[in-house]
T-cell receptor, first 107, second 116 residues
Framework: KNEVEQSPQNLTAQEGEFITINCSYS?????LHWLQQHPGGGIVSLFM???GKKKHGRLIATINIQEKHSSLHITASHPRDSAVYIC?????????FGTGTSLTVIP | DAGVIQSPRHEVTEMGQEVTLRCKPI?????LFWYRQTMMRGLELLIY????????DSGMPEDRFSAKMPNASFSTLKIQPSEPRDSAVYFC??????????????FGSGTRLTVV
């Protein structure tokens, strides 16, 4: 069983759609990260959060510690949002990564 | 700010050869992380340093892998001898605060290693 589960694995959306990617974890954490990996391979850290909600531009990340669940939302999606989104959790000396959600936004 | 700088970007080597990957973290960041990404296993944390000291290397696959951080501005990941199954993209990341209480990571562009 994976400590971090993401859904969906693959997602195709029309430009402008509201997108939600989910992450559930089974371990206690000190922080949860959302990463974005572009088709070229580069990784960008989008958010690090341990409670509540964070917003950056069209991206919103929420976390519910009691339910061990986080969501990444993209409003008004755009083709340049096409990437793999990875959820990662850290606790103490351990880091666990989800397998990623591959998002394709069609013009 | 030049970001986290990794070199080389691509490395192709023959099985059995020594490979050294390099990373320069962002100035002022006191935590440095080495990750490996493969299609089969996804993204894995190999080792991390805090204030140049290795904190946990339990992610290092075997004794052929070693990492050093001789100073705050430089780290190396060495594989000796290399094997085809080491082929992967190796990322380095730095963070300005260990523990993840509110600060994000900055990733390097990665080194794509191919061992033939």
């Amino acid at each position: 069983k994976n400590e971090v589960e993401q859904s969906p694995q693959n997602l195709t959306a029309q430009e402008g759609e509201f997108i939600t990617i989910n992450c559930s974890y089974s371990v206690g954490i000190s922080a949860l990260h959302w990463l974005q990996q572009h088709p070229g391979g580069g990784i960008v850290s989008l958010f690090m959060l341990s409670s509540g909600k964070k917003k950056h531009g069209r991206l919103i990340a929420t976390i519910n510690i009691q339910e061990k669940h986080s969501s990444l939302h993209i409003t008004a999606s755009h083709p340049r949002d096409s990437a793999v989104y990875i959820c990662a959790v850290g606790f103490g000396n351990q880091f666990y990564f989800g397998t990623g959600t591959s998002l394709t936004v069609i013009p | 700010d030049a970001g986290v700088i990794q070199s080389p970007r691509h490395e192709v080597t023959e099985m059995g050869q020594e490979v050294t990957l390099r990373c320069k973290p962002i100035s002022g960041h006191n935590s440095l992380f080495w990750y490996r990404q493969t299609m089969m296993r996804g993204l894995e944390l190999l080792i991390y340093f805090n204030n140049n000291v290795p904190i946990d290397d339990s992610g290092m696959p075997e004794d052929r892998f070693s990492a050093k951080m001789p100073n705050a501005s430089f780290s190396t990941l060495k594989i000796q001898p290399s094997e085809p199954r080491d082929s992967a993209v190796y990322f380095c990341a730095s963070n300005s605060r260990w523990g993840g209480s509110g600060y994000g990571y900055t990733f390097g562009s990665g080194t794509r290693l191919t061992v033939v």
